[in-house]
């Protein structure tokens, strides 16, 4: 299609103009811009995010095409120049990296298929690279299979497009992708503030506070944790409750005065004082301070606290074991009548004085932790194996007790730790057995937060991967929502110790809300598992319009989504329908102790 006079408009290509980027082909001729029936260049042009943010005074949007086609590779510059966005070719693949450090572009769009080194190459070496490893990385593929596409992204991609494909849809694509990252670049480097609307510090600032204030300063550490969220969640609905916890984080402001304070999560407030106060009596004052009503109604919600404390001394190496102290506070201050506790050497319970302690704690030494597995199905069909690995611990008299009821009782004893470990270690065994075998398989193994900031642990993670010969991208790390909340910036440092080597991470029970939809983008994950409320409450609107959501925001940011506790043929065909990628529970296949699910002929 041609202007009036015949000059080619870019969003209808010369007809056989690319050669792999197209179906047909022929030799190329020079590219021409896109113009109006006036010979004015096209105003479509300057009205997108890379032109915006030129206006705006921001770095203009640029481009690294690597592309060994010099005809192809000088379309594509001649279609994102026509848009504002400063692009350079490389066709020579060996010179990528260096084009890299040197132009440090907003993103990489490259053809798969190249000869010398191909595109999945390129893409682990940018993906290792200690500056460069977010770089966004688009492929052009011509190859139509959904599994091809699948390892496009498992190899590293961000996003994939299929040939052939037309100047708008790859402008808009790429502007995309760029002003996306560079929101995430900017919320990664942003300045450890408070909070504008709240006055609390955000949980960088706060965890660089710790980190200079233990061991040597002196004061304590307050963890306040607001109770019954999910009961004021069935009774005001999620927009009041919204509001509600606004307003509390507003009030936790004014309850710490000139002490540092910060929002974990949704309903979790840290509180650092640097002086010495009487402990029970700040904690009264941050009880009740939440407690009451300010705005003279008194028949409105009122909210329910439990406060843990820990006094910082020299007994703690790190800021990660002084808020370990303050979260065993909270967990005992939850089965007070007061709400209220305060960390001591001696809180931890004994094994002599706790039956169920005495048995995990046998158990563990004794080596009795045991696998379960459960499938984890693609709704679209496919015989990629993984699995969900459960926890189960056998007790002196055979009993088989599942996670839910071991976790909260080790974690009180401090023995989680031991726990993840010894997990972790016989699903590294499975993962070795079945690849010599033959039969890849993939396997989500939940860990703690605290486990992964131990010092050393990464390290020991990836010789143990080594030692085994297991592919590291056959291993995806689960970690719960709040735990992730509680410990996002040593869970940072995790996730770039593993990424780069192929280990993924999965974010299970993901509720959207204001606090994880801030630190999703910072994480580097692969899947998010919703949490279990939603597949068992599909029946109330709300609920449904909410999974929608967390569905398309995860996608938006290209991660893939699992349902679980999956009990129904219903909830199965709701989750569908809002797009979920895997399906995993009852309805599928019960845990069991075998990895015999036929993924390759299974029908949900």
Not at 320 to 328: I, V
Not at 522 to 543: E, H, K, M, N, Y
Not at 565 to 586: H, K, R
């Amino acid at each position: 299609m041609g202007t009036s006079n015949d000059i080619p408009r870019a969003e209808f290509p010369p007809a056989r103009y690319w050669r792999r980027w197209c179906a047909d082909a022929a030799p190329p001729r020079p590219p021409a811009l896109e113009v109006d029936s006036g010979g004015q260049q096209d105003a479509r042009v300057s009205a997108g995010p890379a032109a915006a943010a030129a206006q705006s005074g921001q770095p203009p949007y640029s481009v690294l095409v690597v592309e060994d086609d010099r005809s192809q590779a000088l379309f594509a510059e001649s279609v994102l120049a026509g848009a504002g966005i400063q692009a350079q070719a490389v066709s020579d693949p060996a010179l990528v990296m260096q084009t890299l450090e040197s132009m440090r572009p907003d993103l990489v769009l490259m053809d798969l298929h190249m000869p010398a080194i191909d595109g999945a190459e390129l893409t682990d070496m940018i993906r290792t690279h200690a500056t460069l490893a977010h770089t966004p990385i688009v492929f052009l593929t011509g190859d139509p299979d959904p599994e091809r596409q699948f390892e496009i992204l498992e190899i590293g991609a961000d996003d994939f497009l299929s040939k052939p494909i037309r100047p708008r849809h790859l402008i808009a694509a790429v502007e995309n992708r760029i002003m996306r990252a560079r929101q995430q670049q900017a919320q990664r480097t942003a300045p450890a503030s408070g909070d504008p609307g709240t006055g609390l510090l955000t949980r960088t600032r706060m965890f660089q506070r710790l980190a200079a204030a233990v061991p040597s300063d002196t004061g304590s550490l307050y963890l306040v944790e607001i109770e019954g969220v999910a009961a004021l969640r069935e009774r005001l609905g999620y927009s009041a409750l919204e509001a509600l916890l606004a307003d509390a984080a507003q009030r936790m402001a004014r309850l710490a005065g000139e002490h540092a304070a910060a929002r974990l999560n949704d309903n979790t407030f840290l509180v650092h004082l640097a002086a010495e106060l009487d402990a029970d009596e700040f904690a009264r004052h941050l009880r009740d301070g939440l407690a009451r009503r300010e705005d003279g109604d008194e028949d409105g919600p009122r909210l329910r606290a439990c406060v843990g404390s820990a006094r910082i001394s020299p007994a703690f190496s790190n800021a990660g074991e002084a808020l370990a102290a303050a979260e065993q506070a909270l967990r005992d201050a939850r089965a007070q009548p007061h709400g209220i506790a305060m960390h001591t050497a001696s809180s931890a319970p004994q094994p002599e004085a706790d039956g169920m302690t005495g048995e995990i704690t046998s158990a563990v030494a004794e080596r009795r932790i045991e696998l379960a597995f459960q499938p984890i199905v693609a709704v679209a069909g496919g015989d990629e194996a993984q699995y969900q690995v459960l926890m189960r611990l056998r007790d002196s008299e055979d009993t088989l007790h599942t996670a839910a009821t071991i976790l909260p009782v080790a974690e009180a004893a401090g023995l989680v730790h031991d726990i993840d470990r010894q997990v972790l270690e016989q699903a590294i065994g499975v993962l070795q057995r079945q690849q010599h075998a033959g039969a890849g398989v993939r396997l989500f193994v939940s860990q703690s937060a605290s486990t992964l900031s131990r010092e050393g642990y990464a390290d020991w993670l990836l010789k143990a991967l080594g030692n085994a010969g297991v592919r590291p991208d056959l291993l995806v790390i689960d970690v719960q929502q709040d735990d992730a909340l509680v410990h996002a910036i040593t869970l940072q440092e995790f996730s770039a110790r593993m990424v780069p080597t192929g280990v993924q991470l999965c974010l299970g029970r993901y509720d959207p809300g204001r606090e994880i939809d801030l630190l999703l983008p910072q994480l580097p994950l692969s899947f998010v598992r919703l949490a279990p409320g939603f597949s068992s409450r599909l029946v109330d609107p709300g609920v449904r319009d909410r999974m929608r959501e967390a569905v398309e925001r995860a996608h938006r940011l290209g991660l893939l989504v699992i349902g679980q506790q999956v009990e129904d043929p219903q909830a199965a065909a709701t989750l569908w329908m809002s797009g979920i990628d895997f399906i995993q529970g009852n309805l599928v296949q019960q845990a069991a102790g075998d990895l015999d699910f036929d993924f390759h002929h299974s029908v949900l």
